[in-house]
């Protein structure tokens, strides 16, 4: 299938497809999202590696699709497509309907694109597909290969959150790289299972009311994004490492994430009426991701205050940061089991959303000796109160951080002037 041209012809000649895993997975199997994947059911990762002209120099689109199928076989219910249980409650048939494969062309050399430093303008580099409405047809996954006039490259990996946070997804998307350079996956653990047997949270307490990190939206039934009440727009600044070092000075916090958060959250605070944002959440990794295992196990927590944000002392609010996270994981699963797994809720932007991605092993795609040249992330489905993406450090940026931020398209300029005014960044 081919479409048209996008953004005015920056992207064009697009060829779409599908890949899938080369072993039949069986008949009736299916895999239940537990409880946390379904809270994210409605938001979206998407991340774009790019990679110069001699990495793929060898390499056919045919070439790049045949390690796909051994690749798909270890993560077999990813390419399958959800349904509802009689109950409504979403589950996964593992039927290899297959992940979509994209395939299009850059009129602008790799160089070029990455000098434009736009945020908005790389969501053509990645699928924006979300699932549903109809869920029957709606792949979790899809791959988007870019080449750019120079001969340059660039991947682009959409997953669906209900799959798993972003440290299962760069863990899948890495280990496509290692088949491609010779290695031999193991059998594909048996995360599949009978619905009938399906893990069940009955005992846990119920909760009364919902926990902070969450907001009720919809229902969306089976089209699964949430409308926002104003247009949302993403950007990206770049800190570099003497910056952030002025910045844990002044905070007295060495953690890079725990300082730009505190130092954005004020400056997000100075351009909203009132005292706010007094509640914000924090997304980390957790302790418990096991390799091999898809699943949202990252943390989600809250910090909440009864004071002037405004006002605050930086280092004070890094602290709370770094120490006095509520975890509210627990909470969540409760909140989503008592409605029997099909609420609708966000959790990305439901509070102004701070997630660090150090953990992620954005680096660890390894293409037969060929390292991205760089690596963007973000997230789809942000809600009005907006989301801070801190990316890891880049080998060759000594301890600079990158930032990705969604936030309602009337504040960026004022935040982005709020920022530069007190932190000489943006």
Same mark, same amino acid.
């Given at each position: 299938?081919?479409?048209?041209?996008?953004?005015?012809?920056?992207?064009?000649?697009?060829?779409?497809?599908?890949?899938?895993?080369?072993?039949?997975?069986?008949?009736?199997?299916?895999?239940?999202?537990?409880?946390?994947?379904?809270?994210?059911?409605?938001?979206?990762?998407?991340?774009?590696?790019?990679?110069?002209?001699?990495?793929?120099?060898?390499?056919?689109?045919?070439?790049?699709?045949?390690?796909?199928?051994?690749?798909?076989?270890?993560?077999?219910?990813?390419?399958?497509?959800?349904?509802?249980?009689?109950?409504?409650?979403?589950?996964?048939?593992?039927?290899?309907?297959?992940?979509?494969?994209?395939?299009?062309?850059?009129? *602008?050399?790799?160089? %070029?694109?990455?000098?434009?430093?736009?945020?908005?303008?790389?969501?053509?580099?990645?699928?924006?597909?979300?699932?549903?409405?109809?869920?029957?047809?709606?792949?979790?996954?899809?791959?988007?290969?870019?080449?750019?006039?120079?001969?340059?490259?660039?991947?682009?990996?959409?997953?669906?959150?209900?799959?798993?946070?972003?440290?299962?997804?760069? %863990?899948?998307?890495?280990?496509?790289?290692?088949?491609?350079?010779?290695?031999?996956?193991?059998?594909?653990?048996?995360?599949?299972?009978?619905?009938?047997?399906?893990?069940?949270?009955?005992?846990?307490? *119920?909760?009364?009311?919902?926990?902070?990190?969450?907001?009720?939206?919809?229902?969306?039934?089976?089209?699964?994004?949430?409308?926002?009440?104003?247009?949302?727009?993403?950007?990206?600044?770049?800190?570099?490492?003497?910056?952030?070092?002025?910045?844990?000075?002044?905070?007295?916090?060495?953690?890079?994430?725990?300082?730009?958060?505190?130092?954005?959250?004020?400056?997000?605070?100075?351009?909203?009426?009132?005292?706010?944002?007094?509640?914000?959440?924090?997304?980390?990794?957790?302790?418990?991701?096991?390799?091999?295992?898809?699943?949202?196990?990252?943390?989600?927590?809250?910090?909440?205050?009864?004071?002037?944000?405004?006002?605050?002392?930086?280092?004070?609010?890094? !602290?709370?940061?770094?120490?006095?996270?509520?975890?509210?994981?627990?909470?969540?699963?409760?909140?989503?089991? *008592?409605?029997?797994?099909?609420?609708?809720?966000?959790?990305?932007?439901?509070?102004?959303?701070?997630?660090?991605?150090?953990?992620?092993?954005?680096?660890?795609?390894?293409?037969?000796?060929?390292?991205?040249?760089?690596?963007?992330?973000?997230?789809?489905?942000?809600?009005?109160?907006? !989301?801070?993406?801190?990316?890891?450090?880049?080998?060759?940026?000594?301890?600079?951080?990158?930032?990705?931020?969604?936030?309602?398209?009337?504040?960026?300029?004022?935040?982005?002037?709020?920022?530069?005014?007190?932190?000489?960044?943006?």
């Amino acid at each position: 299938m081919v479409s048209s041209k996008l953004e005015d012809g920056l992207i064009y000649n697009i060829k779409l497809s599908s890949v899938g895993p080369a072993r039949v997975t069986g008949q009736d199997v299916v895999y239940e999202p537990s409880n946390m994947d379904l809270a994210m059911k409605l938001h979206y990762l998407r991340g774009i590696y790019y990679f110069d002209s001699q990495a793929f120099q060898d390499f056919t689109i045919y070439k790049i699709k045949e390690p796909m199928f051994s690749w798909l076989n270890c993560f077999y219910m990813t390419v399958g497509r959800f349904r509802r249980a009689e109950s409504g409650r979403p589950y996964m048939k593992c039927n290899d309907c297959g992940a979509r494969f994209i395939e299009a062309q850059c009129d *602008k050399t790799l160089e %070029e694109w990455l000098e434009m430093k736009d945020a908005s303008l790389e969501k053509l580099l990645v699928s924006n597909q979300v699932l549903g409405p109809e869920l029957a047809f709606s792949p979790p996954i899809l791959i988007q290969h870019t080449k750019f006039k120079c001969g340059g490259i660039s991947l682009g990996l959409s997953w669906a959150h209900v799959l798993g946070d972003v440290f299962s997804a760069t %863990e899948f998307w890495n280990l496509l790289a290692k088949i491609v350079g010779g290695y031999q996956p193991a059998r594909p653990l048996n995360l599949a299972r009978s619905l009938s047997k399906a893990n069940s949270t009955q005992s846990l307490q *119920k909760v009364v009311e919902d926990p902070l990190s969450i907001k009720r939206v919809g229902p969306v039934e089976d089209h699964w994004i949430a409308n926002n009440s104003c247009k949302m727009e993403s950007f990206s600044v770049h800190v570099s490492a003497s910056k952030l070092g002025h910045l844990q000075s002044r905070t007295g916090i060495q953690g890079p994430f725990e300082s730009l958060c505190a130092v954005i959250w004020q400056s997000i605070a100075r351009i909203r009426d009132g005292p706010g944002p007094q509640v914000v959440t924090i997304c980390k990794k957790g302790e418990e991701k096991k390799e091999g295992h898809v699943g949202n196990t990252q943390i989600i927590g809250v910090i909440r205050v009864d004071y002037s944000i405004k006002e605050a002392n930086p280092s004070e609010l890094a !602290t709370l940061i770094k120490n006095e996270i509520i975890d509210e994981r627990l909470k969540i699963d409760e909140a989503i089991e *008592k409605c029997h797994g099909v609420s609708d809720i966000i959790i990305y932007g439901a509070n102004l959303t701070f997630v660090s991605l150090e953990g992620a092993d954005l680096n660890g795609f390894d293409w037969i000796g060929h390292k991205p040249k760089n690596v963007s992330y973000l997230i789809d489905g942000v809600g009005d109160a907006g !989301t801070v993406l801190v990316l890891p450090a880049w080998p060759n940026d000594s301890e600079g951080r990158t930032v990705t931020m969604t936030l309602p398209d009337h504040e960026i300029m004022k935040f982005k002037n709020e920022l530069n005014k007190e932190w000489s960044i943006a």
